[in-house]
């Protein structure tokens, strides 16, 4: 308390509570943050924002000493930051609420919070313990039983313990990771709320947020980031909307391909009906109907469920109610074989950990939905499947010596081109893409975009899932989801800072 | 600050009942079992109750409950050892031909103790470095140290069981305090104490929180690599007290000492409430694990079982015994 009285005296006079000067970082090729300077002023909380891939994270690994920068500083009150060494040190200065908690179940709220300092002396006294939980639970308002196992708490209640935690080490500055992302309205804005109180006694927050509406509502300052590069920093009062969603997404975009199919037939009848399908704590209520030839667009941030309804469609997950019918026939939800049974073909979100195995060849990876049909009696016609690939290798432009080559040894983008093999290997009448061109090349990107083009003019249905411009760019149509629900749908020719904009949650309040 | 009322956040009431009763209560589990095995045991055989065969029936589980203690810490850091169970005849087989002279070393008698021990901190310490300083797979370490100490158990003795015992290994097997068999008094001790670490000292509850959430236990300052090997080396040490328990109360050494008890020792700390993921499960519990494997054991015996089907039936037991705590515990055990 007394430290906290300390640094609201001081922030008059006192230099930025923690400042990056000229911080650069590299991960081979990729240049995560290119002479990024940021300083946040005491007592005040100052948002971060960018659009996935902007730098956000890596900045706040070096500004929380998990990762060294490889140039240039970090402050804390005007004094360089501690070695990545002295953890105890770097908690005095900033403490991070990180989207993952570093809550552990298993043990109490009690021991959660003073993890590894549980007494002074040697032996714990488990009381004691309790009652130092609970008396810095109570000062700062969070009515949560310390005894409690930390597993039964809810979201909410978890980050209020670990803002407790953070703030008992003596820290006055603590980063907020998409601290609203798995919280509901009503538990954001009591978030909100103690911000501002803690605000007033002196902490000072940097917040991190994909809501810019949210941003507006709590933070002073806004940091926008692009690209790896440093954007603006500007006062949120004088900075429109419109000129925020601008420095994040920046003027001068390179000019994606323009895809022109040919117009659908009015009356033709969709292959894939979604009707009232909801999964708790993911999405809502969500209605969709996509038709043969039809590219549709499910735009959204991590949080708006989107991922989790295309996962649904394909079986990865199970709904809790609602329909998915292909051609007037519905299948049973949460079964991966029933859906490729159905005609569902699908690249899932994360090529590494669902996309392909990289120790078995190209054409294993491609052919794993169709070994059924390469041989009888379950036997592998090895030549049938090496002519198989082939075929899909040429399909796809995929970059390989062959259909033996381990799918370990080839470029993220062409190892995309083989999740989107896998997909179409069963020729299906559906296609489920989530992210479908993330982290590959532009080259990649052309002829995985060209894919479902193809895909689309051969007559399949294509729900496409992406927050990717370009990715959207190649759909008939795109339809915005913000927190669980469908919230606005565009037609061809959207301009990019409405589709952002609905994104990031901005119209929302206007709607209700 | 201090005077911060937040009307809302009040609202945010728990509700849930207090837990560490509930854990305690999950500490518990097995003494209904374990009072259901004494009535069965009762009705099997009148002798079952005798003071004698009870205490008999302690004194069998202490090596056994020794292992487990060790092997239930690693658990509870997330790790594995499967090499206890050589530790268990390689430490008290070497320490013994070292200090009578058979490796050609002169060495005083008063020194086998003390050299078991450090023989167990070596092989825990060389655990501990292939596991976390060269980043290899425990369960594979310890399967392949597993073989290899029990490979040169065979080769120091000859594939011979050893008679001959220093007085001080010898007297800690038969030796009686205030009429209870020393090796349980031992047992007793060990196990108290490390309750008494687990639940009451920073270190102890950091194997909590490595097991739990190896990332939070780091960013919390806890040095998680350090812990775990101390942990490693503490097993093994246990793991050879328990060794010298053994020859002691048989009064020799066999070549095959501890051969096939980590089965058991896994067993007996899951069904007490160990996680084989980590960070759950208590040594309390762990214990009455071993005290209901060894009453079934008991019973078993006393109910005139052929010797060629107890294997059988003992193993059957295990799972079924398995089952039951996934029941009652109401978690799954993967």
Known sequence: MQAAQQSADTATAAPAVAEARSVSKRFGPTTALDNVSLAVRAGQSHALVGRNGAGKSTLVAIMTGMTPPDEGQILFGGIPAP???????????????????????ALTVAENLFINRQSTGSLISWPALNRRASTLLEEY?????????????????????????????????????????????AASERLFSRMRTLQAGGVTFLFISHHLHEIYEVCETVTVLRDARHIATRPASELSRDELVEAMTGEARRSASVWSRPALAGEVRPILEVEDLSLTGHYIGIDLAVRPGEVVGIAGSGSSGSTALGQS?????????????IRGKAIPSGSIPDALDAGIGCVPKDRQKEGIVPLLSVGENVTMPITDRLGRFGAINMARRDRFTSNMIERLDIKTEGPQQLASALSGGNQQKIVMGRALSNDPEVLILIDPTAGVDVKSKESLLGAVDKSARDGRAVVMISDDLDDLRCCDRVVVMFRGTIAREFAAGWAEADVIGAMEGMGIERQH | MSGNTDVQATQLVAAAPRTPMLARLRDLTLIPVILLLMIIGAFVDPVFLSPQNLMNVLQQQTELSLVVLAEAMILICGKFDLSLEST????????????TGALGTTLPQELAIPLILVIGAVIGFLNGFLILKFRLSAFIVTLGMLIVLRGLQVAFTGGRSLFELPPSVNDLGIAVWFGVPAS??????????????????????????????????????????????????????????AGILLAGRLGSIASAQGQGMIFTVF????????????????????????????????????????????????????????????????????
Do not use: H
Request: with cysteine; hydrophobic share 55%.
């Open chain 1, 83 to 105: 070695s990545l060494s002295n953890r105890d040190a770097w908690r005095q200065n900033v403490a991070c609420v990180y989207q993952r908690s570093t809550i552990i179940p």
């Open chain 1, 141 to 185: 308002g969070v009515s949560i039983d310390a005894s409690r196992a930390a597993g039964e708490l809810d979201v909410e209640s978890r980050q209020m313990v670990e803002i407790a935690r953070a703030l008992s080490m003596g820290a006055r500055f603590i980063i907020l990771d998409e601290p609203t992302a798995q919280l509901d309205g």
């Open chain 1, 313 to 325: 469609l394909f079986g990865m997950r199970r709904a809790d109610n609602g329909t998915i019918r």
């Open chain 2, 88 to 99: 268990v005849g390689l430490a008290p087989a070497t320490g013994v031909l070292l200090v």
């Open chain 2, 184 to 241: 349980v008094w031992i047992c007793l001790v060990v196990y108290v104490a490390a309750i008494v670490f687990l639940g009451y000292f920073r270190q102890g509850r950091a194997l909590y929180a490595i097991g739990g959430n190896v990332d939070a236990a780091k960013a919390a300052g806890i040095r998680t690599d350090r812990v775990m090997w101390m942990v490693f080396i503490i097993a093994s040490v246990i793991a050879a007290l």
């Open chain 2, 267 to 334: 067993a007996a700390a899951v069904i007490g409430g160990i996680s084989l993921d980590g960070g759950k499960g208590g040594l309390f519990g762990a214990l009455c694990g071993v005290i209901v494997l060894g009453l079934i054991q008991n019973i078993l015996t006393l109910a005139g079982v052929r010797g060629e089907w107890i294997g059988a039936i003992y193993g059957a037991i295990i799972l079924a015994a398995l089952m039951l705590a996934r029941v009652t515990s109401g978690r799954a055990q993967d």
